[in-house]
Each structure stands twice: as structure tokens, then as C-alpha cells.
């Protein structure tokens, strides 16, 4: 079992940034593609950006320029920064990880983007 740890959400005001770690209790995001999705209420989860094993990285095209995925193998830990934030990136942020068949999330983390 693997446990994944969000952090780093809270508010902030429109135009601002935050940084959101992923923490894992076993190493695999150096062989597992990793994912930040959100849920805003009301709304299903979507992905919002992931890195690969091998470094490549896609993003939601609502996010693309003002966020940025990274990956730090050895403190076993994804980064999403979020900059240039706006009220619609509000959300619960999650972290996602894993190879079929086992697919684990994080409890999330409330992002607030006030205007």
C-alpha cells in the first residue's frame, strides 16, 4: 500500500501563487506517471497536470503557462506550481500515482482563489 500526502493549499487573492506538494510513503513516483486532478464542487475531478516516469509533462489546456508539474525522485515528492491564479481555479486538489492495478490518491488539498 502507498500512501500519498497533499499540501501547500490555502487562499489567496487572484494573480497569486501557491505550490502544492505530493508526498509519497514508498518510492515510485520514479517509475509511475503522477497526476494533480481537481474537483471544484459540483463539478467531476479532472486532470489538471501530469509528469511521466521519463520527465514529459502535459497539462489542462486551462492551465497551461501559469502552472508547472515537477518531480523530485529522491525526496519522493511532486510539486505543482500554480501561478497567475484565478477564482475559477478553485477546487480540491488531488494527487494521483500508480501502474495498473493499483492506482492510489491522496486526500486532497482545498485550494481558494478569492477575487
Known amino acids: 500500500q502507498v500512501h500519498l500526502v497533499e499540501s501547500g493549499g490555502g487562499l489567496v487573492q487572484a494573480g497569486g501563487s501557491l505550490r502544492l506538494s505530493c508526498a509519497a510513503s514508498r518510492n515510485i513516483f520514479s517509475r509511475d506517471t503522477v497526476g494533480w486532478y481537481r474537483q471544484a464542487p459540483g463539478n467531476q475531478r479532472v486532470l489538471v497536470a501530469a509528469i511521466s516516469s521519463r520527465g514529459s509533462t502535459n497539462y489542462a489546456d486551462s492551465v497551461k503557462g501559469r502552472f508547472a508539474i515537477s518531480r523530485d525522485n529522491v525526496k519522493n515528492t511532486v510539486c505543482l506550481q500554480m501561478n497567475s491564479l484565478k477564482p475559477e481555479d478553485t477546487a480540491v486538489y488531488y494527487c494521483?500515482?500508480?501502474?495498473?492495478?493499483?492506482?492510489?490518491w491522496g486526500q486532497g488539498t482545498q485550494v481558494t482563489v478569492s477575487s
Open positions: 494521483r500515482a500508480g501502474s495498473p492495478p493499483y492506482d492510489y
